[in-house]
């Protein structure tokens, strides 16, 4: 934990050395992304102050993955919830599956996990109630994975390069085309990746939670 501090003061403080005085080198009329200037322009302190803070923050980074790379080898184990949250994202395993929940959980307060870890009576009966009514009918559905989402993301990046040149020609068909058919080709794999996804069905599997709270898979 000292360690942990640490490095958080050490990167708090070298990114405020680092970023701050960039604003009076600014105001000093000191354009951007600039790597010399004459020393008459009077940005050299701040320019100084700069560079020991950048030196700071980069120590303070050291720290920070070498503590990390301890505690993932030496440090002590925890559980799932081990700042004792407030919020419904710590009430789940760690890491958490991939559906997050196995029963949607029904909300009583405005930080629930709270609540539910100090009102436990109450809750485990509504827990109770609420698993005979997921069983009831069918269970928890669960799509199957997809690769369509992938193919959608890969033509909204190409749209997103073709959009940013629209006007642009492209150098690598010898500046015949520009950046519209690109932007074109990407607009219909994004939309045919979406369609296509929405046409797969729900497919997937049911989870089945019984009465002690166990969870079953059925994949039939």
């Known amino acids: 934990e000292f360690y942990g501090k640490l490095s958080f003061w050490i990167v708090f403080i070298g ?39 950048a030196a700071v923050l980069g120590i ?21 919830d081990p700042w004792d949250g407030r919020t419904l994202e710590w009430s789940i395993s760690s890491p958490p599956p ?15 996990w709270w ?44 749209g997103g390069f073709g959009f940013a040149n629209l006007h642009l020609p492209l150098p690598w068909f010898g500046n015949a085309f520009t950046g519209f058919p690109v932007a074109i080709a990407g607009l219909g794999i994004t939309v045919a990746g979406i369609y296509l996804w929405a046409l797969e069905g729900p497919g997937g599997y049911h989870l089945h939670i019984d009465k002690d709270g166990n969870v079953t898979e059925d994949r039939h």
């Open 60 to 80: 303070g980074i050291v720290t920070y993955f070498t503590v990390i790379i301890y505690t993932y080898f030496k440090g002590e184990k925890v559980g799932n």
């Open 15 to 53: 990114f405020n050395a680092t970023f701050f005085p960039m604003h009076f080198l600014g105001l000093n009329g000191m354009p951007r992304r600039i790597f010399t200037y004459d020393t008459n322009m009077g940005w050299d302190m701040w320019n100084l102050v700069s560079s020991i803070g």
């Open 115 to 158: 609540y539910e870890k100090h009102h436990m009576d109450e809750i485990e009966k509504e827990k109770s109630a609420h698993a005979k009514e997921e069983q009831s009918h069918g269970g928890i559905h669960m799509p199957d994975q997809s690769w369509w989402p992938l193919v959608a993301c890969i033509g909204i990046l190409i």
């Open 98 to 112: 991939e559906h997050n929940f196995d029963v949607t959980p029904t909300v009583h307060a405005r930080d629930a």
